[in-house]
T-cell receptor, first 114, second 112 residues
């Protein structure tokens, strides 16, 4: 069955430090991949997406992610974290054969310390 | 800009009540979705709709039903609310051939 794993439930980084959030997926074909962010009490906002082509994708707020087919991974990175990045981050896979339904990971809560 | 709105941000209901959660999108999207979000479980799909009057069960449909009488509106119904349905409920929409889903702000439902 299709699944998405975000192995880190919580991550704490210092402001200005670099960030990497991990995401691994299980899916037979090349998937559509997404990262969403949810600030406290808010809905989900799309950070970036991968459909095909260049495996390094740029998103909003200075985030980027790299698709690695051999590792079934789509890790999210940011070179310098700001306090406003504290939020919960969700990785998701789009399933083409199911009308592009999304399967989400459990989420990673990012805390930023000053 | 795509806008997805949900009728309530916070809702408190009693066990056994019938609960309606409403979602409206303004971009003429064919597909609409209802998810529930629980800590440590991410988002799980309850129901989705490919078009008006069409609905499909998602991964956790038990205890829920849906209604889509108009293209822009997708309602989630809890026929008899229970405490284990206390959760955050998120609505989303997308075009029929698209992949990216657009989310509403969510409704935090508490059943006491």
């Amino acid at each position: 069955a299709q699944s998405v794993t975000q192995p880190d439930i919580h991550i704490t980084v210092s402001e200005g430090a670099s960030l990497e959030l991990r995401c691994n997926y299980s899916y037979g074909a090349t998937p559509y991949l997404f990262w969403y962010v949810q600030s406290p009490g808010q809905g989900l906002q799309l950070l970036l997406k991968y459909f095909s082509g260049d495996t390094l994708v740029q998103g909003i707020k200075g985030f980027e992610a790299e698709f690695k087919r051999s590792q079934s991974s789509f890790n999210l990175r940011k070179p310098s974290v700001h306090w406003s990045d504290a939020a919960e981050y969700f990785c998701a896979v789009g399933l083409m054969e199911y009308g592009n339904k999304l399967v989400f990971g459990a989420g990673t809560i990012l805390r930023v310390k000053s | 800009d795509v806008k997805v709105t949900q009728s309530s941000r916070y809702l408190v209901k009693r066990t056994g009540e019938k609960v309606f959660l409403e979602c409206v999108q303004d971009m003429d999207h064919e597909n609409m979705f209802w998810y529930r979000q629980d800590p440590g479980l991410g988002l799980r799909l309850i129901y989705f709709s490919y078009d008006v009057k069409m609905k499909e069960k998602g991964d956790i449909p038990e205890g829920y039903s849906v209604s889509r009488e108009k293209k822009e509106r997708f309602s989630l119904i809890l026929e008899s609310a229970s405490t284990n349905q206390t959760s955050m409920y998120l609505c989303a929409s997308k075009t029929g051939g698209g992949v990216e889903q657009y989310f509403g702000p969510g409704t935090r439902l508490t059943v006491t």
